[in-house]
């Protein structure tokens, strides 16, 4: 079966009374936990269900309470308030009667998305994804396989990091149609691109304890760039910076010309590793 062929069952949801029912499958999984962009994702799928048929994602702002598992979830909704044109809602996803993840989003129609901006034409000037070469994070986790990476301005090997620092700049795309098909599901595939590399960055980059580091909440806010028929390719920009036990990083995600998506997240950053000179 092809990555295509299952990420719609992946995020498939399912009501069940006042709540919706999913399933973390094992493909997002890595030692032993989901990723993190997934429960994200799952979860403002499961708040647009609060919203009206043609609305839209405005911002997301998740909080990570605990590392969810494979297996059953559910998203039920705490709050939900609509007007005429927005509806505000916070939801929480359980796995045995536990909160692992609280999602509070702003939904809006179409047009009351706020205009882009666009980047300065020094900054564009990359070329293309076809000039940049493939990178060797395609294959750390299994969930990679879900992606598509052209390195811009990434470490040729993980070791590399401590010299690269952290920033990153790279092209990417996921390889399933199913992340281009409406706009929330391109929203969703936002919050899988933006959180595989944001606590990634500033970790690997600072060369600090991975098991001791972990991401803390995700805030995502989107422009009007987001309504364009999406590009294959996106442009994701992160930079992360630390001083002290709390880091912080930032992202965009750029469509062409214009900043479709940006980014922050707070990272509890562990100690450094052994052996860091």
Not at 158 to 187: F, K, M, N
Not at 193 to 213: F, I, K, N, Y
Request: aromatic residues 8%.
């Amino acid at each position: 079966m092809t990555i295509g062929a299952r990420l719609s069952e992946h995020f498939a949801l399912c009501q069940r009374g006042d709540h919706f029912a999913g399933v973390a499958p094992e493909f997002w999984a890595f030692r032993g936990r989901m990723f993190g962009g997934f429960t994200a994702a799952a979860a403002l799928l499961g708040a647009a269900r609060c919203a009206p048929d043609d609305a839209v994602a405005l911002t997301a702002t998740v909080s990570y309470l605990s590392a969810a598992e494979v297996g059953p979830y559910r998203v039920e909704a705490t709050d939900v308030r609509t007007g005429r044109s927005s509806t505000a809602a916070n939801v929480r996803l359980l796995q045995d009667e536990e909160t692992r993840v609280t999602l509070s989003a702003w939904f809006v129609r179409p047009d009351l998305l706020p205009p882009t901006r666009c980047l300065p034409d020094d900054v564009l000037d990359v070329g293309s994804p076809d000039d940049c070469p493939a990178t060797w994070r395609d294959k750390k986790n299994p969930f990679d396989r879900a992606y598509q990476r052209r390195a811009m301005h990434y470490p040729a090997a993980r070791s590399d990091y401590p010299r690269h620092g952290p920033d990153i700049e790279l092209w990417i795309r996921l390889v399933d149609p199913w992340s281009r098909a409406s706009t929330l599901q391109r929203q969703a595939a936002d919050l899988l691109m933006v959180d595989a590399h944001m606590a990634e960055t500033l970790v690997d980059g600072l060369q600090v304890d991975p098991l001791r580091s972990f991401s803390v909440d995700l805030a995502v806010r989107w422009s009007n760039a987001i309504l364009n028929d999406a590009a294959d390719w996106r442009r994701l920009r992160v930079h992360g910076e630390a001083d002290g036990r709390i880091g912080l990083t930032s992202a965009q995600l750029l469509d062409g010309q214009q900043v479709a998506a940006e980014a922050t997240q707070h990272v509890a950053v562990g100690p450094p590793r052994d052996g860091r000179q």
